[in-house]
């Protein structure tokens, strides 16, 4: 049965883009160019995965709105903001609101499609039971390949794929670094170095909030970011 993926855009020209792109591909999708029109449809049933705008018709922070009321349905839900607002403040707004990634229209359609498989992936994976699966272990850090989820010290870190690929590329080669371009290539995305800062920022945060001790991602100036292999 063919995955069901939503997509609120209200942009016509740039929805049927999206939406021909994901029919191709054997999806089956609604769209819908309003906040309300998507609210009552996601009401008779939630789609695998909803991909939304910040900015709706007349609702400048319609999005916004649209997945808090999403998330608050269903944990699990693959959110994906995409949109043309590129701001840090707009993309730490919508991480916070439980969006599971945030990319920006510039992206590429092949980029676009393979974010959302890997968000489906992940969603399959976290409905399975657990056995068997690759992972990646350095000190306190687990990383889950097949489920895309991350611990450190056994208590989980929610992270989005953009940020999981990025802690995978980085704890792989503990003590080696890793340039901002590189970090773009592991995670599949095209962002500014102002965005892979902000990035690695967030995801500092989300283990310090399990580890207030946690400093595992070191900065090296001019240069990257290394993982610090000893168990921290």
């Not at 916004?64 to 009321?69: A, G, I, Q, T």
């Not at 944990?75 to 439980?98: H, K, M, Q, Y």
């Not at 968000?119 to 699966?133: F, I, S, V």
């Amino acid at each position: 049965m063919p995955k069901h993926i939503a997509i609120v855009e209200d942009e016509a020209a740039l929805a049927a883009n999206y939406s021909d792109a994901l029919r191709r591909q054997g999806f089956e999708v609604a769209v819908y160019d309003n906040r309300p029109a998507a609210a009552r449809a996601f009401e008779a049933r939630l789609p695998d995965l909803a991909i939304i705008d910040v900015g709706l018709g007349d609702e400048v922070e319609g999005g916004f709105d649209l997945c808090r009321e999403l998330r608050s349905r269903s944990p699990e839900l693959p959110i994906v903001f995409l949109t043309a607002r590129d701001s840090e403040l707009d993309i730490i707004s919508g991480l916070r609101l439980g969006a599971d990634d945030y990319l920006t229209k510039d992206i590429s359609q092949a980029h676009m499609l393979a974010r959302i498989n890997a968000l489906l992936r992940r969603a399959r994976a976290m409905r399975a039971p657990e056995a068997g699966e690759h992972r990646v272990e350095q000190g306190a850090l687990v990383l889950n390949l097949e489920r895309m989820t991350a611990s450190w010290r056994e208590a989980a870190v929610e992270l989005t794929v953009t940020e999981f690929w990025m802690v995978h590329a980085l704890a792989r080669h503990p003590g080696h670094v890793k340039n901002r371009r590189q970090l773009m290539e592991a995670a599949n995305v095209v962002l500014d170095d102002n965005s892979i800062t902000s990035h690695i920022k967030r995801i500092r945060r989300k283990f310090q909030r399990v580890d207030t001790d946690f400093d595992a991602i070191e900065t090296a100036y001019g240069m990257g970011y290394r993982w610090l292999g000893r168990d921290r």
